[in-house]
């Protein structure tokens, strides 16, 4: 009780500099939640790319109905296979003459359709890499009726690499973001506990506990924490919608980041505090 | 009660602010601790208020030692003994008595005892009429006062008070000798630093220290003994 009122009449008395931490903090947590957008977004648009990635298995013009449902089948079971469609020979033709418009008359005067059925394997999330693709393809060779696996090994390999230097790339410079402003928070706890040594002193000298002196600077500091989590939240919010409006559409990142960033932000006040205030429960 | 043995302090490259200074005061005790200044007797009555720890020697204080108490315990010592600071040490945004709350709250007092004992406290250092004043709006016998109120508000076995008349005028600092007077007659032990040689003689039964160069040089009971 006595905790949570001197908190708040700690942040009442001192609003400016209550307020310039908060300030301090939010701007801190707004790096990191800009580099959390841009991150998540990252992720997203290369997953969407991922989500093209197939094997296309050509079929022989011979092969009778119930050998290619076995393939199909054994497809299926495998774990990195989301789904198998089946394009026959005249659908592939059609697709041709779509997607190649320039070759229409070509096409037209053929009188048999020199395209072959295929079977196009998406592959399940989790499953879009290198090794993967290469083990669905390899599966498909006791099948003599198969006549060429494709699945753009270049492509999918670069996209593989991109999505590791994407990680590392994030963990590195997350971190860094975060460690920056972990200190910056701390300073702005530590100006706030030092504006108030005086009061720390009295309270030691007329006999006050070190947990009752500390309580409330922690409450305080994990108010200021949350209440620069909150800021950050809303400034990475119209952010987002800012760059979204005009320059391309952004994606806003999972409930989950959002809470877990303020509560970091309470977290990180508090401990700040704790350390902060260390000192000067020594001191006389 | 109070005593040191041998207690030396130093403070880097300032010399030694006490010299192996011994001295006892019993329970229900009230001396004048005297000396020029820089003798040494605000040093003395942090040591004993132990703010800071002697470089050699023992301070004893109401059965804490300065050897064993560690510094999250000396709220336990500063329940006991009180200080009323040669600068007061009061919280200067809030008023006198928010002042005297604050002692009483931080030490865990009852909340609905915190007002009214506040202001009983005030009222009997007579500053009832001022107690919604900010105290640096107080000048600086009232600031004093303030202190005194605040010194005694956990009741105190023992109270120490730096220079207390300080910069009073005479009226003032009688004033402020009454209150001692009256805390003294309630049984606490009192030891109060004063280079006011004049108020000293005003209380001949009082016993009377003096400081010299941190060492102790002259003690009104010993002397007493002495001739005994
Ligand atoms: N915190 C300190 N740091 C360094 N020197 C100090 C400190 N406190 C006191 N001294 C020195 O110790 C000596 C005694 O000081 P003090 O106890 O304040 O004397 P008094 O109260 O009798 O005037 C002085 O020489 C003073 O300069
Ligand atoms: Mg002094």
């Not at chain 1, 957008?37 to 296309?56: C, I, K």
């Not at chain 1, 320039?102 to 499953?127: Q, R, T, W």
């Not at chain 1, 409330?216 to 119209?238: M, R, S, V």
């Amino acid at each position: 009780m006595y905790t949570i009122r001197e908190a708040l009449a700690g942040i009442r008395r001192a609003p400016v500099l209550t307020g310039l931490s908060a300030a301090m903090v939010a701007l801190a947590l707004f790096v990191v939640g800009l580099f959390a957008v841009a991150t998540y977004n990252l992720h997203q648009a290369l997953s969407r790319v991922e989500e093209r990635v197939e094997v296309v298995i050509y079929i022989q013009d011979d092969v009778r109905e119930a050998e290619l449902r076995l393939l199909e089948e054994d497809m299926l079971g495998l774990p990195e296979v989301r789904g198998v469609r089946h394009v026959s020979k005249d659908e592939a033709l059609v697709r041709a003459r779509t997607d190649l418009p320039e070759f229409e008359e070509l096409f037209l005067s053929m009188d048999v359709n020199p395209l072959p059925a295929s079977l196009e394997v998406e592959l399940a999330p989790g499953f879009r890499d290198p090794a993967s693709v290469e083990r669905v393809a390899d599966r498909t060779a006791i099948y003599p009726f198969v006549d060429e696996v494709r699945f753009g090994r270049e492509w999918i390999d670069r996209l593989h690499l991109l999505r590791q230097i994407g990680g590392i790339a994030t963990g590195i410079l997350g971190t860094a973001f975060a460690v920056v402003a972990g200190l910056i928070i701390a300073t702005a706890v530590r100006i706030a506990i030092f504006a108030r040594r005086d009061e720390i002193q009295i309270m030691r000298l007329v006999g006050a506990t070190n947990g009752f002196i500390r309580r409330p600077f922690l409450l305080e500091g994990a108010l200021t924490g949350i209440l620069g989590g909150f800021l950050a939240l809303l400034l990475t919010y119209l952010a987002t919608v800012a760059v979204s409006r005009t320059i391309f559409p952004l994606d806003w990142i999972p409930a989950e980041w959002t809470v877990g960033g303020v509560a970091a932000g309470g977290l990180f006040g508090l401990v700040a505090s704790a350390f902060a205030i260390r000192r000067y429960l020594r001191e006389v | 009660m109070i005593e040191l043995s041998h207690v030396t302090k130093e403070y880097a490259g300032r010399g030694k602010a006490l010299n192996r200074l011994s001295l006892r005061l019993d329970k229900g005790e009230f001396a004048f601790l005297t000396g020029h200044s820089g003798s040494g007797k605000s040093t003395t009555l942090r040591l004993i208020h132990m703010a800071e720890s002697p470089s050699s020697g023992e301070v004893v204080v109401c059965g804490f030692s300065s050897g064993g108490l560690g510094s999250h315990e000396v709220w336990k010592l500063r329940r006991k003994v009180s200080h009323v600071f040669q600068d007061f040490r009061l919280l200067p945004g809030r008023t006198a008595l928010e002042n005297v709350a604050f002692a009483l709250e931080v030490t865990g007092a009852p909340r609905h005892e915190v007002e009214p004992r506040s202001t009983r406290l005030l009222a009997q250092v007579g500053l009832a009429a001022k107690s919604s004043l900010p105290v640096h709006e107080l000048s600086g016998g009232e600031r004093q006062r303030v202190a005194i109120a605040r010194a005694m508000s956990n009741e105190p076995l023992v109270l120490l008070a730096d220079e207390p008349t300080g910069n009073l005028d005479e009226r003032a600092s009688r004033g402020i000798m009454e209150l001692f007077r009256d805390l003294h007659a309630q049984g606490v032990t009192i030891l109060m630093a004063t280079h006011d040689l004049e108020l000293v003689r005003a209380y001949p039964d009082l016993r009377h220290l003096e400081l010299n160069q941190g060492e102790l040089v002259f003690d009104s009971h010993a002397v007493v003994a002495g001739e005994a």
